[in-house]
């Protein structure tokens, strides 16, 4: 058995920048009482508390959860009955200027530029600048159809690593591409929980959406941990009944 469950968020345990449903809380309930969990994310920690924490059962072993919000640039664990915060890479304002300056640049050159959007298209993590091609606060619906084979991003992406080479470059959620410092990205978080928790990445399992070359979660994959992709929450969902299923039986035997 695994000692570490590492999930990501958006299209892993609930849809983009949605919160995570009543089933997917009580499963991540018992998943905690049987293993530790970590979350890696390219969402700020207010998402965490607002997709994640905020619904999970008030009798939840947090002191069991890792979170690492903006592809592990930041890592949070829960001790004495409050979240803290262990690390946080961020950026100085020069290079948040000029990487925002080079994303409306790649986007204007892409031809992709959105006639409609629902609020700011560039949002400042400190961490990670996080492009959101509909706005940030984009329906479910357009989100999903703006960019479904990823084309559209990976041509913005292209243009963008010519303009800022010095920054690692990922695609994340429905329309988002993420920019972090180099070598800070999912595979950076893996590296941490295992330095922190002290846990081999062998014992580790990761769970995502977007392992696929250029995929936020792809990262993952050059750790060498166990990785499992999923097409959305409900995929999600029984993996979590499994792994609770195989560790409450191996506790049998």
């Known amino acids: 058995m695994k000692k570490l469950i590492v999930f990501d968020l958006d299209g892993t345990l609930a849809e983009s920048k949605a919160a995570i449903d009543h089933e997917m809380a009580k499963l991540f309930h018992d998943l905690l009482t049987v293993t530790r969990v970590a979350i890696i994310s390219g969402g700020t920690w207010t998402q965490f508390e607002k997709q994640v924490i905020a619904h999970l059962p008030a009798e939840s072993d947090l002191s069991k959860l890792s979170i690492l ?5 930041k890592f949070y664990s829960y001790e004495k009955s409050k979240w803290k915060i262990l690390y946080a890479e961020n950026f100085s304002d020069a290079q948040k200027q000029k990487i925002e300056t080079s994303l409306k640049n790649a986007v204007e050159r892409s031809g992709f530029k959105s006639e409609k959007t629902w609020g700011d298209q560039i949002e400042d ?3 990670q600048i996080t492009f959101s091609a509909l706005g940030q606060q984009a329906p479910l619906v357009p989100k999903k159809a703006w ?8 041509k913005i992406k292209t243009l963008l690593e010519k303009l800022i080479p010095e920054f690692a470059i990922n695609l994340g959620g429905a329309t988002s591409i993420d920019v972090t410092q180099p070598g800070i990205d999912k595979a ?7 330095e922190v928790l002290k846990i081999d990445i062998a014992d580790m399992l990761f769970i995502g959406d977007a392992l ?4 936020n979660d792809h990262p993952v994959k050059t750790t060498g941990a166990d990785c499992i992709q999923v097409g959305g929450p409900e995929d999600t969902k029984i993996i979590i009944r499994k792994i609770i299923a195989s560790q409450i039986n ?4």
């Open 69 to 73: 919000p903006t592809c592990g640039t």
């Open 125 to 127: 993590r400190d961490s």
């Open 147 to 154: 960019d479904p084979d990823f084309k559209k991003r990976k």
């Open 188 to 194: 950076y978080g893996i590296h941490k929980l295992e």
């Open 212 to 215: 696929f070359e250029g995929g």
């Open 250 to 253: 191996s506790w049998k035997h």
